[in-house]
């Protein structure tokens, strides 16, 4: 079943190779991840998915490093073991070093475990929040 | 049924007292929120939590808007609203701009995106990301 | 619309009345919870869902307390809160104390960040746990 | 330790025999898939997950198509990798294309990313939504 | 605080009109919801998001219903109650009926069942899946 | 790249050791988790990790037994393997037989299943949980 083997470069169709050409051309890199590879099957959602992260991951208000860093703590939240790899790569590339990852798991953990504390005591929201 | 209530100061026991006059001293508060005055009914987790919290969002490595911001992305992400409302306001205290709050939710929204995406697909993970 | 409201004993269908009034016997309460009565707009469900819930929550190896305290992480975690609420008080009608209530929070809350620490550093499970 | 491997129809008991020649028959498939053969460690919830499963996805207002992708969209949203290999496979049994699970897996990518904006955004729910 | 205040039309920019406007057309609705009007606080996530969503909700090959369906599942399961009212309300629309709103529900529920059981069984994936 | 191997014992730092020393005394095993060997990357959070689970899962109003399933029951509910792995070896170590275990299984999936009931008929709580 094809469905759910990558597309290498070599066999993507014109579409697909545009795409993969403006992602190692934006990032730099001699491959796209496999990601991209497997998105490769349904072009639409491929192209579109690409050009939604170039956007949202592109130096602005937040830098380049923090964003990764806000990806990784969602990732790691909702337990994609893909994304995890992955971003824990790109946030280095980015600059994360060895302390900050080990400061991030702990926020990320100390955040979900004071979310359910909220969720089990019903806290209701202070009204100075929404002032 | 007074498990469900807040514990103000002036009703709290020696113990509880001790916690909340630390937080309001730590973060130069008049009052504690409401996360803390639900929490008082189970001192032990009250002190337990608040050391915990107090360890991980002290500056170290990462600042501490960008921890307010890893911390806000996570409430995000499970959907916890006191923790978005209380958090939304702590990463603004830190100096989190209009601008900065709107990336922020981009990159938690395409985050829970792709992650799903990576899962459906059933992505294996890129070899280079494990050497 | 009449799809979100609640279907009342005496605005019931015979079928209906019949799963209301077994709620009603096993569990010894003169009405039935709301969420009973707004799953009644699909008497099939309602019906399926109840005689589920009454095996799975019968006494058996686990006591009917521990069973309740059970339910209340799984709804605490998933930040239901309409579950968080209706379990509470089931679990406070079956013998939960304060003190449990209090102890029960903090172990979903420590399960939820340590699952995340796991998740984040990768751990690969330990041989001795498959042997 | 026993807990964790499967039992296969050669070893089972006649009330696991009987659910799985009933989901033989009902599927019309030679063996049943594995998550069955674990479940039958514990054979009083074997029993009543097939009866409520059979009765769940049998057809009815919903076509089994739509169904099975309702199912696989659930199982893509909480990552449970099992679940989405097994109803995948289902899924194209009953009739998915691949231009079909491109487009599902699009529009989960799509909700996940929009709830969490809902969520950040705390956005209130339209009083036409309630009318 | 400015930040969480919907953005009427008679308020809005041009650009953030802009996407009003399409939305409007698109859908043909006298306004938009109040999602599209706090999300306008930031123009860039109001218009990339807005063309993510017509792409990915247009007819293609799965049917508006059963899109809209689909999309109301992963909101259920992750409990983002904005995006259940408003998806419940676009899904009865595109002629969702009570009968396929209880059918679905149950299909989300049973769904949210079965991946537990899979997880805390631990069952592996059939080899029969993974070709 | 070091970050993502475990640090044995031999190679560990006496600070990291004096929290192994903590963990192989408190529970008597002879080495520690891979858990704890990959937190080991980052000391603070190792020490207080530890410190914090070893005051949570003490003896209290909960006996250790219900704390280690209230645990299983959140890991499985967040899907996390590593969790599942080494809390169902935690619980059987603590007295969980397989008819507990299977019991266990059976309300948790019962918990995700109407705690999506709830939120997809968006059920109000009932005046009496409040009371």
Chains 1, 2, 3, 4, 5, 6 share one sequence.
Not at 15 to 32: A, E, F, G, L
Not at 38 to 60: C, I, N, Q, Y
Not at 67 to 95: D, F, P, Q
Request: overall charge negative; hydrophobic content about 40%.
């Amino acid at each position: 079943m094809p469905t759910l083997s990558p597309i290498e470069y070599a066999d993507a169709s014109p579409q697909v190779r545009s795409v993969y050409d403006d992602i190692k051309k934006t990032r730099n890199v001699p491959d796209v991840n496999n990601f991209w590879k497997f998105l490769a099957r349904d072009p639409a959602t491929l192209k579109r998915t690409w050009e939604s992260v170039k956007e949202v991951m592109a130096p602005g208000a937040i830098d380049p490093l923090t964003t990764e860093m806000i990806y990784l703590a969602v990732s790691v939240t909702n337990g994609c073991g893909y994304c995890i790899a992955s971003h824990t790569a790109a946030a280095r590339k980015a600059g994360m070093t060895e302390a900050m990852a080990g400061e991030l798991m702990a926020v990320v953990g100390m955040a979900n475990e004071t979310n359910r504390l909220a969720n089990g005591y019903r806290v209701p929201i202070d009204a100075a929040f929404d002032t």
